[in-house]
T-cell receptor, first 115, second 112 residues
Framework: AQSVTQLGSHVSVSEGALVLLRCNYS??????LFWYVQYPNQGLQLLLK??????LVKGINGFEAEFKKSETSFHLTKPSAHMSDAAEYFC?????????????FGQGTRLTINP | EAQVTQNPRYLITVTGKKLTVTCSQN?????MSWYRQDPGLGLRQIYY???????DKGDVPEGYKVSRKEKRNFPLILESPSPNQTSLYFC???????????FGAGTRLSVL
């Protein structure tokens, strides 16, 4: 069975600092990987996804993530945090092919930006 | 505008009183899912549907029912709600397995 672990339920950084949100997954086959963001009182929206091909994936709002198969990781980064990045971030995994409709989420990481 | 619409947004009910949360998408997507979000647990899939009349259990299906009679609609039914079903519920749709999921704004349910 697939699973996702997000290290750190809360992360706090200063405005302008590097953002690093960690995600490790468990899957018996090469997975599809996603990062979603949830702003207060809203649904989730996609930041970026990895299916196949280039392991460094660029998303919206300056975020990117790198798929590292040897480390089973898909960490999310942004070089310079902005106040508007304050939100909850979820890493998710699904299987390819027949398992693709079943999406498993991590516990979420709440990102706080300090002025 | 492409969207997933859930209703109601907020609901307070009592134990045992049947309720339905509606979900509708206007993107002609085949895949639809229901999730519940609880603090510290992230989102957990309740049920999903790959097309009309095709549904399957997710990770936490107990106490819930779904139906998919039309492509655009995927209602979630709680026939006898209990307090442990107090949660934030999200409906989502996707054009294919492994595709981007588009989420509704959520339904906050409290069962007293």
């Amino acid at each position: 069975a697939q699973s996702v672990t997000q290290l750190g339920s809360h992360v706090s950084v200063s405005e302008g600092a590097l953002v690093l949100l960690r995600c490790n997954y468990s899957s018996s086959v090469p997975p599809y990987l996603f990062w979603y963001v949830q702003y207060p009182n809203q649904g989730l929206q996609l930041l970026l996804k990895y299916t196949t091909g280039a392991t460094l994936v660029k998303g919206i709002n300056g975020f990117e993530a790198e798929f590292k198969k040897s480390e089973t990781s898909f960490h999310l980064t942004k070089p310079s945090a902005h106040m508007s990045d304050a939100a909850e971030y979820f890493c998710a995994v699904s299987g390819p092919f027949q398992g693709a409709q079943k999406l498993v989420f991590g516990q979420g990481t709440r990102l706080t930006i300090n002025p | 505008e492409a969207q997933v619409t859930q209703n109601p947004r907020y609901l307070i009910t009592v134990t045992g009183k049947k309720l339905t949360v509606t979900c509708s998408q206007n993107m002609n997507h085949e895949y639809m899912s229901w999730y519940r979000q609880d603090p510290g647990l992230g989102l957990r899939q309740i049920y999903y549907s790959m097309n009309v009349e095709v549904t399957d259990k997710g990770d936490v299906p107990e106490g819930y029912k779904v139906s998919r009679k039309e492509k655009r609609n995927f209602p979630l039914i709680l026939e006898s709600p209990s307090p442990n079903q107090t949660s934030l519920y999200f409906c989502a749709s996707s054009d294919r397995g492994g595709g981007i999921q588009y989420f509704g704004a959520g339904t906050r349910l409290s069962v007293l």
